[in-house]
Each structure stands twice: as structure tokens, then as C-alpha cells.
């Protein structure tokens, strides 16, 4: 059979298509890791998100150089922002919205997933060098669209750091008692943690030496004599690194409740000594009543 020129030409053509096609798929997909999302994601309950990964967006540490993004998209923002993550480390991103569609596109990257409400996308990624990445939203999602944007910084390992701290204490005390301050820090990096929790309230400084394990939690209470500090507002911070939880706790000379319970005391004896005093009354007059009525006879 004889095949024309210009038939052979075409057939060439078509097939040099085809090889370069399957050629970039492949590259695509091996050398630049660009994967296609699933449609057998898990799924979660978008109102209520209580799902322990998404009810507190964070970055965790789940290997060594690995780590992992659980990020919630909602009008019109992203948590956590900024996300931060250490230089050398692959980290997987697990995205799910709160409300309505939105997309999760790092720029620069070939990151890029619609966010449904209810299913959690799935993307990893390799960061080598620090740099700093804008998150956008790429589908419209109401009339602040254009200002849904977020940070994913990435830092030198030795800046790198995901210890969280959570202070808490009385909002008012009694003259006397004891300020109970209580620090509470989480370590969620693999590696033990040392460190020194610090307090400082009025003029004084409190401080204790710690040594948390990864992945773990330690917490400590510092009782503070409310005497010394005196009647009044007296702010106190607690601090871990270049961590920061602080408030202020007021002194008085009796609290409100405690003032109140007695004052209902008093008030309950009185009314008790009035209804007496009213039964005491009406038995003397009924008694005369009936020494009258003898008297009559």
C-alpha cells in the first residue's frame, strides 16, 4: 500500500504528540509531584469541625523532618496564619472549610486544591529554603473574596519552634489568699523540650527549670502570697521562650459573693426574728381574748 507524503508527515506529527503528552504527565507527576486530589477523602461534619485535628488548627511534628498542617478555610481567612514550618522538611497539608467552597493555592508552588465543606484535602510538599509563600483563595466565596489570604512561612530549623503556652488565674482574690497562677505548656515537636517557665507579677519574678518530652504536656502552678501584692490590679505574665500569656488579677478586701452571703444572712435572721415576734404577738393577744371572755362569765 502506498501512503502519501504528507500522510506519513501527519502520522509522525501525531504520534510525536502522543509521546509528549505521556512524557509531561510523567514528569509532572514524578519529577514535580503534582498529584490529583481523590474523591475517596475522608469526610468531617463542617458545623461542628470537632474533629481534634481541626477544631484546633496547628502544625505538628509526626516524623523526622515531616510534619503536618491541619488548616480550617472559612469566610474570609485561613487557620492558622501564618503557618509556620522548618527549612528540610516535607509537610503534609490536610484542608477542610467551615462554611462554604474555597481553594487553598500556595503561590509560587503547584499547590492548589478546592476546599470543600465536609471533605479534607490532601497535599504534600517540600520546602528546601526559608522563604515566605501567600495562601489565596482562588474560588469566590462571597464579597471579601479578594482579601482571603494567608502566610506560610518557612524558617530556619534552629528558629523553628511549636511549643504552645496557656496561663491562667483568678480574675480577683481576697486579701490573704493565695494567687494561684497556673502555666500550661505543650511540647509538640519530637524531640524533649528544655526550658524555663517564668512568671512575673508586681515586682516579683518566679521561674522554674523544666524538661518537657515530645509530644507531651507539663503543667506547674505558682501560688503568690496576694498579701505582699496589696489591694489593687496587679498585672502578671507567665513565659516560655518567646512565648507570652499574661492578664491581671485585682486584690480586694472581700469579695462580692462572700459580702453577699452574709448580707443575705442577716437579712434571713431578720425575717425570721419579724415572723416571731408576729407569732408572739397574736398568742399574747388570743391569750387575753380569752382571759377577757372568763372574766365576762
Known sequence: MNIHTYEKLWLVAAMVLIVGFIATITYGSVALGITMVGDQQETVEPTELNDERFSDPRVAQVGENEYEAYVTAQMFSFQP????????????????????????????????????????????????????????????CG????????????????????????????????????????????????????????????????????????????????????????????DWAVTVGDHTDSSTVTVVDELEDDADGETNENTDEDADGDENGTEDETGTDATENDASGGDDE
Open 81 to 140: 496564619d501564618p503557618i509556620e514550618v522548618p527549612e528540610d522538611s516535607e509537610v503534609t497539608f490536610y484542608v477542610t472549610s467551615r462554611d462554604v467552597i474555597h481553594s487553598f493555592s500556595l503561590v509560587g508552588t503547584n499547590v492548589n486544591t478546592m476546599v470543600i465543606p465536609g471533605e479534607v484535602a490532601e497535599m504534600t510538599v517540600e520546602f528546601d529554603e526559608p522563604e515566605e509563600y501567600g495562601v489565596v483563595c482562588n474560588e469566590y
Open 143 to 234: 464579597p471579601n473574596h479578594h482579601n482571603m489570604e494567608g502566610m506560610v512561612h518557612v524558617v530556619p530549623e534552629e528558629e523553628f519552634d511549636l511549643t504552645e503556652l496557656d496561663a491562667e488565674a483568678p480574675d480577683e482574690v481576697e486579701t490573704g489568699d493565695d494567687i494561684d497562677v497556673t502555666a500550661t505548656v505543650e511540647n509538640r515537636l519530637l524531640d524533649p523540650l528544655e526550658t524555663t517557665v517564668a512568671l512575673e507579677i508586681g515586682n516579683e519574678t518566679f521561674s522554674e527549670d523544666v524538661t518537657i518530652d515530645g509530644g507531651e504536656t507539663y503543667e506547674t502552678t505558682f501560688a503568690i502570697d496576694s498579701t505582699q501584692l496589696g489591694e489593687g490590679d496587679h
